[in-house]
């Protein structure tokens, strides 16, 4: 399909901002204003921030049929991502390494109660994935995600701002992850003989510090992400492939983990089930609720997706459900398996199973935390530069983000600048005190998604009132309607 016939389609990108610099007009005013010397003054130049700041993006409607969507050099990000595809990238988001350290450290002060606590916390989540699958099954199929929702339902400086707070969590999520893995990583290689400690710190456990711990050196970490970071510029097809093979990897683990710690349960040790009474059930909730941090990465797959609009929600719920019921699977195994109190504070699972005499299934933990950890570093930088792709086009960013690239289709300079971000911050840094405030821009962004829904609601709720009282949708409700990502009036009783 051709680039004129795609146009229609996209939200209106840096060609609309360029004319608004060049025409000088004020958003609002619906009258462009010749350039003068007296523009360059200090309120004249408020003005044309707040009104860029104060816009929002108007979006087209769409069609599932539109395969390809043009980038500013030309080139299309392919579309070859199916709905299995999407799970997978949600799950691996999602189920890292804490699902076998998360659920036994939380049980200590809930006792068994850590499954209702996780339970609560997936419920909580199940509903803010409802407003994401809502939104990606009627928003036009390019990237963005949260950014884009935000974009089109407020303003332009919130949706930057979104996308400040998102790019903080994951540029420091992805270093303490790429440190994380190449902790596991040396600890597998020490399993063999010739590798048990002759490995130096500085290679991949922890890191040697200088200057009273300001810097921390770490090889093996950004090496772990220069091989990823190559794997997601070669194309989605390839990075799809590894993050597939990691993800059915890590499952089958867990399921086989779940499986074989079943046979050694007592069910007197889930008595009692809430030792500490329900406000401690409700603590470990607020705890554990970042563990399902990452189904929103599959609405950052729109663009690349084969049927987005049916396969984006579906996704996203299906994503979900799988960690849901993956998280409980660990709970009652581990709980049952031995008395809370009891439960190790930095391996619990693998202490476990260890205290039964299956050493071996501690070693299947590592594996699969070592896969675990590949897959949610390796969506995590997916993610990021699927985010700097969208700002590249809005005009948000230099234009040099928002190129693909023409043979692999992969936005090969965002993708190289964020492995280049996180290896300095991996292998420099120690960032585990800023570990600590990642989740924020998740946060935000839930929470700005859940108000675009409930203002959409209200919306449609009153133009749905004006329509049944004037018996005609008019230009202005109809314009109004497919600004919020309606693709046609059909989806509106008039």
């Known amino acids: 399909m051709s680039l004129r016939g795609n146009s229609n389609i996209l939200p209106v990108y840096k060609r609309r901002r360029t004319e608004n610099i060049q025409a000088g007009s004020v958003m609002g005013e619906g009258k462009p204003t010749a350039y003068s010397p007296s523009s360059s003054s200090s309120s004249s130049h408020v003005s044309r921030f707040w009104s860029s700041a104060l816009r929002t993006k108007t979006l087209a409607s769409s069609s599932p049929s539109d395969s390809s969507i043009r980038t500013l050099s030309g080139d299309a990000l392919v579309r070859r991502l199916g709905l299995f595809d999407l799970i997978l990238i949600g799950v691996g988001a999602s189920v890292g390494a804490g699902i076998f350290v998360v659920t036994g450290t939380v049980a200590r002060d809930a006792g068994p109660g850590v499954t209702i606590s996780f339970i609560l916390a997936g419920a909580s989540c199940v509903l803010n994935a409802l407003c994401y699958a809502e939104l990606a099954s009627r928003f036009p199929a390019v990237v963005g995600g949260a950014y884009l929702y935000?974009?089109?339902?407020?303003?332009?400086?919130?949706?930057?701002?979104?996308?400040?707070?998102?790019?903080?969590?994951?540029?420091?999520?992805?270093?303490?992850?790429?440190?994380?893995?190449?902790?596991y990583v040396v600890?597998?290689?020490?399993?063999?003989?010739?590798?048990?400690?002759?490995?130096?710190?500085?290679?991949?456990?922890?890191?040697?510090?200088?200057?009273?711990?300001?810097?921390?050196?770490?090889?093996?970490?950004?090496?772990?992400?220069?091989l990823l970071t190559i794997v997601l510029c070669r194309g989605v097809g390839e990075s799809s492939a590894v993050n597939c093979f990691m993800t059915v990897t890590k499952v089958v683990i867990v399921l086989f983990v779940i499986i074989v710690g079943a046979f050694k349960v007592d069910v007197s040790n889930w008595s009692p089930f809430a030792p500490n009474g329900f406000k401690a059930i409700l603590t470990g909730a607020t705890v554990v609720f970042f563990a399902y941090v990452g189904?929103?990465?599959?609405?950052?797959?729109a663009e690349e997706s084969k049927r987005p609009q049916r396969d984006l929600p579906i996704g996203i719920m299906g994503s979900l459900l799988v960690c849901v019921v993956l998280y409980i699977g660990v709970c009652l195994v581990i709980t049952g398996m031995v008395p809370y109190k009891l439960l190790g504070e930095d391996a619990p699972l693998a202490e476990a199973f260890t205290s039964k005499g299956l050493k071996y299934v501690s070693i299947l933990i590592s594996i699969g935390a070592v896969a675990g950890l590949t897959t949610?570093?390796?969506?995590?930088?997916?993610?990021?530069?699927?985010?700097?792709?969208?700002?590249g086009r809005d005009g948000l960013l230099?234009?040099?983000?928002?190129?693909?690239?023409?043979?692999?289709?992969?936005?090969v300079h965002s993708q190289i600048w964020v492995g280049i971000v996180a290896s300095i911050l991996a292998g420099l840094f120690n960032i585990h005190a800023l570990s600590h405030i990642l989740s924020v821009g998740s946060l935000v962004c839930w929470r700005l998604t859940s108000v675009y829904n409930i203002l959409k609601f209200l919306i449609i709720s009153y133009l749905s009132f004006a329509i049944t009282s004037l018996g005609s949708c008019n230009y202005q409700s109809h314009h109004v309607y497919s600004s919020l990502g309606f693709r046609g009036k059909k989806e509106l009783a008039c």
């Open 150 to 183: 935000t974009y089109t339902a407020f303003n332009e400086l919130t949706a930057f701002l979104v996308f400040a707070q998102l790019m903080l969590d994951y540029h420091i999520g992805a270093a303490s992850i790429a440190r994380s893995l190449a902790s």
């Open 376 to 391: 949610t570093l390796l969506v995590g930088l997916y993610v990021q530069s699927r985010l700097y792709l969208g700002l």
């Open 187 to 226: 600890a597998v290689l020490e399993l063999f003989p010739f590798f048990k400690e002759n490995i130096p710190s500085w290679i991949g456990h922890g890191g040697e510090e200088f200057l009273g711990g300001a810097l921390s050196i770490n090889i093996l970490a950004p090496i772990l992400l220069v």
């Open 295 to 301: 189904f929103d990465a599959v609405a950052n797959s």
């Open 398 to 411: 230099p234009s040099l983000f928002a190129r693909v690239h023409p043979k692999y289709h992969t936005p």
